[in-house]
């Protein structure tokens, strides 16, 4: 599975749009970019995933660059709940990894008031 | 709508005491997942099953075992419990297929004295 990167932490005002960048230069054809937040070591909840095309859903935009190399998470109006770690992941099922999810640092997102 | 249920939530142990941790879900997934985590760590996998009566050993398996007879449950075992294995464990389940998200129970969170 490709590496990702993320920054350890950043800091968002509640109401405003958290923007979280990830890059997965290595990211091959077949992986898909997830993203997953885990709040207080409760367990990892799902946000939300794509391949190429940009994905929104009732919790987060993905953004994915044209060439697949980095991507952002979008939280459009963050409140104080969604204070959480936030893990980037590139996932593919098939091949060695038995559809492991591999967990790497995250950022620690603080959204303040 | 239960998804992923871990039972139980926490847990003390004795050095050398046994016990059986139980992950059960509703969502007729095939493959279900063990993983733990450790402070400053992420996750690492212990077991994992890809269907009824199917297991497998991940990344850290040394000291559990598991047993999936029923296809919405996984079990993980500690036969005799030292205090390397406190830690938060984790339990999913999937698809198995790249474009399907795992969701994760709330965790167990487990202390061997």
């Known amino acids: 599975d490709a590496k990702t990167t993320q920054p350890p932490s950043m800091d968002c005002a509640e109401g405003r749009a958290a923007n979280l960048p990830c890059n997965h230069s290595?990211?091959?054809?077949?992986?898909?970019v997830y993203w997953y937040r885990q709040i207080h070591s409760q367990g990892p909840q799902y946000i939300i995933h794509?391949?190429?095309n940009n994905e929104t859903n009732e919790m987060a935009s993905l953004i994915i660059t044209e060439d697949r190399k980095s991507s952002t998470l979008i939280l459009p109006h963050a409140t104080l709940r969604d204070t959480a770690v936030y893990y980037c992941?590139?996932?593919?099922?098939?091949?060695?990894?038995?559809?492991?999810?591999?967990f790497g640092q995250g950022t620690i997102l603080t959204v303040h008031p | 709508n239960a998804g992923v249920t871990q039972t139980p939530k926490f847990r003390v142990l004795k050095t050398g005491q046994s016990m059986t941790l139980l992950c059960a879900q509703d969502?007729?997934?095939?493959?279900m997942y063990w993983y733990r985590q450790d402070p400053g760590m992420g996750l690492r996998l212990i077991h994992y099953?890809?269907?009824?009566?199917?297991?497998a050993k991940g990344e850290v398996p040394d000291g559990y075992n598991v047993s999936r007879l029923k296809k919405q449950n996984f079990l993980l075992g500690l036969e005799s419990a030292a205090p390397s294995q406190t830690s938060v464990y984790f339990c999913?389940?999937?698809?198995?297929?790249?474009?399907?998200?795992?969701?994760f129970g709330d965790g167990t969170r487990l202390s061997i004295l």
């Open positions: 794509g391949l190429k």
């Open positions: 992941i590139v996932f593919n099922a098939g091949g060695t990894s038995y559809g492991k999810l591999t």
């Open positions: 099953s890809v269907g009824e009566g199917t297991t």
């Open positions: 969502m007729n997934h095939e493959y």
């Open positions: 290595t990211i091959s054809g077949n992986e898909y």
């Open positions: 999913a389940s999937g698809r198995g297929l790249s474009n399907q998200p795992q969701h």
